[in-house]
């Protein structure tokens, strides 16, 4: 799965439902990176392990992502 929208400049309340769903995940994979308050570090490191994170976060992360594309593409809230 490539998430690079992960983290991505997205509306507070996106951010808070995939930092909620993958905080679990960030820490035990992502720990020196989230040491340097970097969220590009840790949204690299996060997809760099996506496939080994919590199926709540993959489907966290997969949503936000979708939403991304749909807003990219101007399908946003057309399903």
Known sequence: MSSVALLSAAPAPVHAN???ACMADIQKFCSPELATFSRDKVRACLIRNI???SPGCKEAAKAQRDRQRAAKSG???QE
């Open 75 to 77: 399908t946003a809230g």
């Open 18 to 20: 995939v930092r909620e």
């Open 51 to 53: 496939q080994k994170a």
